[in-house]
């Protein structure tokens, strides 16, 4: 599986068989440019502007942004509702995330996840080799309650996003946290960035948990 950071909560997953996009966004709501690429599946976490820029992926790609369970070139993807907020979806709405499962990795995308998994959800989504976790505050997890959140689901990989950036739009996003907040949290202090992450089966550790800081 090979991964790349298009920005925000965005990133483009590719396995063997098939190309996947998680939660696109408009480029005049976020401040970074969102680039052209093609996918087989793109996923919706939920329809604010930051997350929700379909029309800009190339292809017939299948698009989901509901829960349940969907499959395209060998690819299963699990999708559950959460909210993005702590009360219940009262005061932003609903959340959904997703998992990806190729037949040898599995990957979880928590969108703007905002508040604790319950266990009874943990156990339904299983193993987990890489968590995608949203770090920032303010319209989500904060840095402590991610790091909480990794060590909940013992992922082999964690790669943070949905944290503050020079680019990012200082309107919306200026009261989010900066990345390194959450490497502190992981004392993961230091890591430097790189530009995509391949993991093979071979590499997954459930053992220990890997910081992966990745580059737009």
Same mark, same amino acid.
Not at 15 to 39: C, H, L, N, R
Not at 89 to 99: F, P, Q, S, T
Not at 154 to 181: A, D, R, T
């Given at each position: 599986? *090979?991964?790349?950071?298009?920005?925000?909560?965005?990133?483009? $997953?590719?396995?063997?068989?098939?190309?996947?996009?998680?939660?696109?966004?408009?480029?005049? *709501?976020?401040?970074? #440019?969102?680039?052209?690429?093609?996918? %087989?599946?793109?996923?919706?976490?939920?329809?604010?502007?930051?997350? +929700?820029?379909?029309?800009?992926?190339?292809?017939?790609?299948?698009?989901?942004?509901?829960?349940?369970?969907?499959?395209?070139?060998?690819?299963?993807?699990?999708?559950?509702?959460?909210?993005?907020? %702590?009360?219940?979806?009262?005061?932003?709405? *609903?959340?959904?995330?997703?998992?990806? %499962?190729?037949?040898? $990795?599995?990957?979880?995308? +928590?969108?703007?996840?905002?508040?604790?998994?319950?266990?009874?959800?943990?156990?339904? =989504?299983?193993?987990?080799?890489?968590?995608?976790?949203?770090?920032?505050?303010?319209?989500?997890?904060?840095?402590?309650?991610?790091?909480?959140?990794? #060590?909940?689901?013992?992922? #082999?990989?964690?790669?943070?996003?949905?944290?503050?950036?020079?680019?990012?739009?200082?309107?919306?996003?200026?009261?989010?946290?900066?990345?390194?907040?959450?490497?502190?949290?992981?004392?993961?202090?230091?890591?430097?960035? $790189?530009?995509?992450? =391949?993991?093979?089966?071979?590499?997954?550790?459930?053992?220990?948990?890997?910081?992966?800081?990745?580059?737009?």
């Amino acid at each position: 599986m *090979e991964i790349k950071y298009l920005g925000h909560s965005s990133f483009l $997953i590719k396995t063997k068989a098939a190309k996947i996009v998680t939660d696109p966004f408009y480029e005049e *709501e976020v401040g970074f #440019s969102f680039p052209k690429v093609e996918a %087989d599946i793109v996923t919706v976490s939920h329809y604010h502007k930051d997350h +929700c820029n379909t029309e800009a992926i190339k292809g017939t790609p299948l698009i989901i942004d509901w829960p349940g369970e969907f499959e395209k070139k060998e690819v299963r993807v699990y999708s559950y509702l959460t909210f993005h907020d %702590d009360k219940n979806a009262e005061k932003k709405g *609903e959340n959904v995330i997703y998992k990806f %499962d190729d037949g040898e $990795i599995t990957a979880l995308h +928590c969108g703007d996840l905002s508040h604790a998994l319950q266990p009874a959800l943990i156990d339904e =989504i299983g193993s987990v080799d890489i968590l995608f976790v949203p770090v920032g505050g303010v319209y989500t997890l904060n840095p402590q309650e991610a790091s909480k959140l990794t #060590s909940l689901i013992e992922p #082999s990989f964690v790669i943070p996003m949905h944290y503050f950036k020079e680019g990012l739009n200082p309107q919306k996003f200026e009261g989010l946290s900066p990345v390194e907040s959450f490497l502190k949290e992981m004392g993961a202090e230091g890591v430097s960035a $790189i530009d995509k992450l =391949i993991v093979k089966k071979d590499q997954l550790n459930q053992d220990s948990t890997t910081v992966v800081l990745l580059s737009v």
